[in-house]
Structure formats: C-alpha cells, structure tokens
C-alpha cells in the first residue's frame, strides 16, 4: 500500500504561479510511474502531466506543457508540479497518483494509477 500526500495548492492569482508536491509513503518510489491528474467541479478526472521511474521521459496535456513542468526527487520520495501562468481555467483539485505498470515508462490512462492522493485544491482568480 502506498500513500501519497498532495501539498501546495492555494489561492493564487491568475498569472501566478503554484509549486506543487505529493510525498509517497514507500520505501520503492523509484519503481513508479507517476501522474498529477485534476478535477473541476461538474467535469472527468483530466490527465496533465506523467513521468517516468527515473525522471527521463515525461508527457503532458498539450493545452499545459508550456506552462506546468513535473518532476521527480526519489531520494525524498517526492513528485512536483511546478505551475506557472496559472488561468482561472486551471481551478480544480489536483492528485498526484502512482502506477505499477511495467508495459510503458509513462501512462496517461487513469487506470492505470492504483494509488491516489487525497488531492490539493488550486484556485486561481481573475
């Protein structure tokens, strides 16, 4: 069983910028593919951004990848999301979420996540 702590979130002005991080509970954070998805009121779970074990490959949402980086410190168990020229948009909860899929170095499939944090909340006025 693994858990992960979403951290960071807050109120922020559009422009601005928010660094998030998760921390996993687990001694083989290295052995995961990680994810950070988020959900706005009434909509899906949206995938944004994944990284592989080692931190060499990631991928993201096209409409982010200009403006959100992820990245990875496995000897502190920890993802992070920076995210900079945040729009009234990028308002949701944010999760950071772990996969054991072994057939990819990178998932952007929910379903492929087992474990999910409890999620962070980012608001960002206008």
């Known amino acids: 069983q693994v858990q992960l702590v979403e951290s960071g979130g807050g109120l922020v002005q559009a422009g601005g910028s928010l660094r998030l991080s998760c921390v996993a509970s687990?001694?083989?954070?290295?052995?995961?593919?990680m994810g950070w998805f988020r959900q706005a009121p009434g909509k899906e779970r949206e995938f944004l951004a994944t990284?592989?074990?080692?931190?060499?490959?990631?991928n993201y949402l096209d409409s982010v990848k200009d403006r959100f980086t992820i990245s990875r410190d496995n000897a502190k168990n920890t993802l992070y999301l920076q995210m900079n020229s945040l729009k009234p948009g990028d308002t949701a909860v944010y999760y950071c979420?772990?996969?054991?899929?072994?057939?990819?170095?990178?998932?952007?499939?929910?379903?492929?996540?087992?474990?999910w944090g409890q999620g962070t909340q980012v608001t960002v006025s206008s």
């Open positions: 979420a772990a996969s054991s899929v072994v057939s990819t170095t990178t998932t952007v499939r929910a379903q492929d996540y087992r474990y």
């Open positions: 687990t001694r083989t954070f290295s052995s995961y593919i």
């Open positions: 990284i592989s074990r080692f931190g060499g490959t990631v």
